[in-house]
């Protein structure tokens, strides 16, 4: 099964803060993707990229930027974080095709206080 | 609105009960679904995949699409404690063989009670 792994598992930083959080998927998979969870609304699409040094933006992007350094990593950067931000962050990855699945990290739970 | 809305929020079942899991899309273009489980503490993980009309079953699970309708369910047969999670329905439309962004819905909440 496809292996995506995300760090830090938590992170809390105050508002104002700087974040970055990082995803790793060895699975040779050309598409990345960082969704947000938050009760009500399911995941939401904040970016994505098609490979290395590409990006895509997503649903909801205000706040955030990320940057795909390579094929395996994503990163996803909050440069002035804020309290709406709070939230339960997932990586995801997918091969090439219009069938294609979404495999997820274990996810990260960022707090902004 | 969200474009991918689903029903009901939560669901019990006693175990060995049927589940029953609606979803509704409001984009016309949607044509590929996806159903996606999710246990606390974990990411989501694929459940199953519906692209054409009808039923599509797996085991204990049967999904079923009416495209006119914009409409897919999941059917938990025999409900058993490790089905206890969230569920997400997911969809997107046709691009062209790009990888296009899924829209997910709200998910649901069920429970197995033993």
């Known amino acids: 099964e496809a292996a995506v792994t995300q760090s830090p598992r938590n992170k809390v930083t105050v508002t104002g803060g700087n974040v970055t959080l990082s995803c790793r998927q060895t699975n040779s998979h050309n598409y990345m993707y960082w969704y947000r969870q938050d009760t009500g609304h399911g995941l939401r699409l904040i970016h994505y990229s098609y490979g290395a040094g590409n990006l895509q933006i997503g649903d909801v992007p205000d706040g955030y930027k990320a940057t795909r350094t390579t094929q395996e990593d994503f990163f996803l950067l909050l440069e002035l974080a804020s309290p709406s931000q709070t939230s339960l962050y997932f990586c995801a990855s997918s091969d090439a095709g219009s069938a294609e699945t979404l495999y997820f990290g274990s996810g990260t739970r960022l707090t902004v206080l | 609105q969200q474009k991918v809305q689903q029903s009901p929020e939560s669901l019990s079942v006693p175990e060995g009960g049927m589940a029953s899991l609606n979803c509704t899309s409001s984009d016309r273009n949607f044509q590929y679904f996806w159903w996606y489980r999710q246990h606390s503490g974990e990411g989501p993980k694929a459940l199953m995949s519906i692209f054409s009309d009808g039923d599509k079953k797996e085991g204990r699970f049967t999904a079923h699409l009416n495209k006119a309708s914009l409409h897919v369910s999941l059917h938990i047969r025999d409900s058993q404690p490790s089905d206890s999670a969230l569920y997400f329905c997911?969809?997107?439309?046709?691009?062209?063989?790009?990888?296009?962004?899924?829209?997910f819905g709200e998910g649901t909440q069920v429970t197995v009670i033993s």
């Open positions: 997911a969809a997107r439309g046709n691009t062209g063989g790009l990888s296009g962004k899924l829209t």
